[in-house]
């Protein structure tokens, strides 16, 4: 397959399932890489099989436990650039397919394997999920009503901040790393490590201010009225961040109590700051404080729904949704890269893959015939 992008040239082997590591080759695809997704058929029917992760992708079936299986990978890997594997750490040693096993058949090669808690250490065989990894991180502690539980976010962070795009930033400076050295090398990410930075600024505020990381009490969770969520008349909400003064000075003028202006920090009347803020913003609908303060500077927005994201002239205007046909030939929607780049842009050339859609003519490209792809179908290889 060719195809323009930035990573036109470097082919992927993606094993991984689920959300992280197909999220990561998803980025990967849209940038020119040839991904072959590889899949065990006996995932097929557990609905797990998240199909727009597949776009621009081709996606095989292939049993690596059967040795005709492993042969078959063993001779892709051989015109492959990354190897990537997202199994509970051991399991790629039992097949067969680690790291060390595959530089013998590509000294090249560029491994990485996403996992919840990296490849070493105590907790290396653990299993868990998103909302396990961001409360072992310190990330969850800090989410959620003050005073309260801890809210579990209805976005995986872990898996694609701290897993799938960190994943990405390693294959592609271990790509960069090999036009230097002519080696590979193996790239361990833990989804856990990927989001410890997200604490760097409450570690910041604790060390500078010894402001201690509290959930919705940090400067920068709504403990003061210039970075908070208010409720409209609607029930809507809109949030402010007017962080410096000269964007909270602007609103307390507009809003017609000046004298707030040199409050903005201040601990002993924050709450009357927020109380007028809350009441203020109850006065009017959504729509209207749109109307009113969206060109106004003064670090405003609407809290946008699923629903408004996908119809929004912004987004739409910076093409960052697009349509495709669907299986069964319905339009759907999908969000497009959000690196925009100027000589090599991202572009989405192929409808998701369906399970195991590319399996014959990847076979086929690597000398199989269909008698042969017949007897692997037959015994289970694919």
């Not at 809290?303 to 495709?324: C, G, K, N, W």
Request: hydrophobic share 35%.
């Amino acid at each position: 397959m060719s195809h323009k992008g930035a990573l036109a040239g470097v082919r992927v082997l993606d094993l991984s399932r689920l959300l992280p590591g197909p999220y990561c080759s998803m980025i990967l695809a849209d940038h020119g890489a040839d991904v072959i997704a590889i899949e065990n058929r006996k995932f097929q029917d557990d609905g797990l099989f998240f199909e727009e992760l597949y776009r621009n992708k081709r996606h095989m079936s292939l049993n690596l436990k059967n040795p005709k299986g492993k042969e078959i990978f063993s001779r892709l890997v051989r015109d492959a650039d990354v190897v990537l594997e997202g199994f509970r750490p051991g399991v790629v040693d039992r097949l067969g397919v680690e790291y060390e096993a595959l530089c013998q058949i590509n000294p090249g090669i560029i491994y990485c394997s996403i996992s919840g808690y990296g490849q070493t250490g105590p907790k290396r065989y653990q299993v868990g999920h998103d909302v396990n990894y961001l409360s072992t991180a310190g990330v969850l502690n800090l989410i959620g009503e003050e005073g309260g539980a801890p809210t579990i976010p209805a976005v995986q962070i872990a898996d694609i901040l701290g897993g799938a795009m960190q994943a990405a930033v390693g294959i592609l400076m271990a790509l960069y790393s090999r036009t230097q050295s002519g080696r590979g090398q193996y790239i361990d990410i833990s989804m856990t490590e990927g989001v410890l930075g997200l604490l760097t600024l409450p570690r910041f505020f604790q060390q500078k201010a010894g402001e201690q990381p509290l959930r919705s009490a940090t400067t920068l969770s709504h403990k003061f009225a210039c970075y908070n969520t208010y409720k409209t008349k609607d029930n809507r909400y809109v949030a402010i961040g007017a962080v410096e003064n000269r964007f909270w000075h602007r609103l307390c003028e507009h809003l017609g109590r000046p004298e707030f202006a040199e409050l903005q920090y201040d601990n002993a009347r924050r709450l009357e700051l927020i109380d007028w803020l809350r009441e203020t913003f109850s006065q009017k609908n959504l729509a209207e404080w749109d109307a009113e303060l969206s060109d106004l500077d003064v670090c405003y927005s609407a809290v946008a729904t699923v629903d408004e994201i996908v119809d929004s002239p912004f987004f739409r205007e910076r093409q960052m949704i697009h349509l495709y046909p669907g299986q069964n030939g319905k339009l759907c929607q999908t969000f497009t890269s959000p690196v925009k780049l100027s000589e090599t842009p991202a572009e989405i050339h192929s409808s998701p893959a369906t399970f195991g859609q590319h399996t014959r003519e990847i076979l086929r490209e690597l000398g199989y015939s269909n008698s042969y792809i017949d007897e692997f179908a037959g015994a289970g290889v694919v």
